[in-house]
């Protein structure tokens, strides 16, 4: 064989695996890079989800305790909304709450929040614990940016969630709540049912 041919074939295998290599490269960086952006955000979101409920625990109990349920009622109207946002500025996410049955209907939830809450239930029905479920994601909007997506849901407490949000709810309590939002869903729920979840995001 000729030398010159044979240095040129090998040549040229060497370049095309070369190539290879870097297109190969090429299109797992990207993939690489958005595993490791989606971990990160998760373990954010995560936090700022755990950071809320400790904020609005705090607070709740001692709405309670200054006026029982019913004072409770103007909190969840007033101050809950006001923790949340304060807990976006500090997380630089927004961090919301949504349900499939809401109270205040500009909690409704969107498309994604539904259907990841339905998923939910679906994975409860099939045994699984609702507190160890969550969803996170990095969405791409119809726009073609890109939105981190979480989820996680609240299970039903018991007492004090129940004065508000169960079967049996004293009359003045019933009365303030209806007086608040007319149009409110939350309530006849038990204790460990889906009452909720936390919806964070944050755009790319």
């Not at 349920?69 to 103007?74: K, L, M, R, T």
């Not at 809401?102 to 939830?109: D, H, K, L, Y």
């Not at 981190?148 to 407490?157: A, H, N, S």
């Not at 009359?171 to 889906?194: T, W």
Request: proline residues 6%.
């Amino acid at each position: 064989m000729n030398t010159k041919m044979h240095t040129g074939r090998v040549g040229h295998a060497c370049r095309r695996s070369l190539l290879m290599a870097i297109l190969v490269a090429a299109s797992t960086a990207p993939a690489t890079a958005q595993a490791a952006d989606l971990d990160a955000l998760t373990k954010t979101a995560r936090t700022a989800a755990k950071s809320l409920v400790s904020s609005l625990k705090t607070e709740l109990k001692s709405a309670l305790k200054e006026g029982g349920p019913v004072h409770a009622v103007s909190f969840c109207k007033i101050t809950a909304p006001a923790i949340a946002a304060a807990q976006s500025v500090e997380f630089g996410m927004q961090v919301e709450r949504t349900a499939l049955r809401v109270r205040n209907p500009a909690n409704a939830p969107d498309a994604f929040e539904r259907e990841t809450m339905e998923q939910f239930l679906a994975e409860v029905a099939a045994g699984k614990d609702l507190a160890t479920l969550e969803r996170a994601e990095i969405v791409t909007n119809d726009d073609g940016t890109k939105t981190f997506r979480f989820l996680k849901p609240i299970p039903m407490g018991a007492q004090p969630c129940l004065a508000c949000h169960g079967s049996s709810i004293k009359p003045e309590v019933s009365k303030v709540i209806s007086d608040a939002y007319p149009e409110d869903q939350a309530v006849g729920f038990k204790p460990g049912d889906l009452r909720g979840a936390f919806s964070i995001s944050k755009p790319l």
